[in-house]
């Protein structure tokens, strides 16, 4: 068995195929953005936030590994991606000689990372929940034509900065600054709820509290 590296997982073409696969079937369905730019900051974001609180450094990158996996199961499909993604990451991490314990730590991690049925079960899902859900922005909408713009597509379009900052021991911001010309806040509340709630969840697991600020104000 292997430590095996984020860097390998970025090289594997496979991995590089579900990612480019994923993202056309969502645009293809009128999704936001879910392709390597998601993949890349996620990850980047998981490892950051365990980095951050003292974590060890083979966590940090089980965490990245994770995140840059979170979502090839949208190249199977939307419903129940982070299921289908989970057991198509055991086989890439199995072909890499990843030793089964890290194995079992990361599908258990892209497994819960959506808000419909997932919860945090170990720090790295708790740091990839969290990565994940503070990818708001307007980079990620891809319809161009502001009059067919939906909930989603405005929500993320209003969302001008968004930023993920790890305050060790104290708690985790998510601060965002929206156009509320563009999307009112409760718009944002109205889709992102159980988003926000489960970041909360994370949080906690990683014993510290979660924070939304938008606009400079605390919300949650």
């Known amino acids: 068995m292997t430590k095996v590296t984020l860097q390998e997982i970025k090289a594997d073409p496979y991995v590089q195929a579900l990612i480019d696969a994923g993202n056309r079937h969502l645009a293809a369905i ?11 900051l996620v990850s980047h974001i998981a490892s950051n936030i365990l980095e951050k609180m003292a974590h060890p450094e083979r966590e940090c990158e089980l965490a990245a590994i994770a995140g840059y996996l979170h979502d090839i199961g949208n190249a199977v499909n939307r419903v129940a991606h982070a299921h ?3 057991i198509l990451a055991a086989g890439i991490l199995q072909r890499h000689n990843m030793p089964p314990e890290e194995i079992a730590v990361i599908i258990g991690a892209i497994g819960n990372h959506d808000e419909q049925d997932g919860n945090p079960v170990n720090v790295i899902s708790a740091a990839l929940i969290l990565a994940d859900k ?8 891809r319809n161009s034509d502001l009059a067919k713009f939906d909930i989603h597509d405005r929500v993320n379009y209003a969302v001008k900065r968004s930023f993920l900052r790890v305050y060790p021991k104290e708690r985790i911001a998510l ?28 949080a906690e697991f990683l014993d510290t509290k979660f924070e939304l600020k938008i606009n400079d104000v605390k919300l949650l």
Do not use: W
């Open 30 to 40: 009128g999704y936001t953005e879910h392709g390597l730019r998601h993949a890349g």
């Open 84 to 86: 289908s993604g989970a």
């Open 134 to 141: 503070s990818d708001v922005h307007r980079s990620r909408v």
């Open 175 to 202: 601060e965002l600054i929206i156009d509320t010309d563009i999307c009112p806040v409760m718009e944002y509340f109205e889709i992102f709820l159980m988003r926000m709630l489960l970041s909360r969840k994370a």
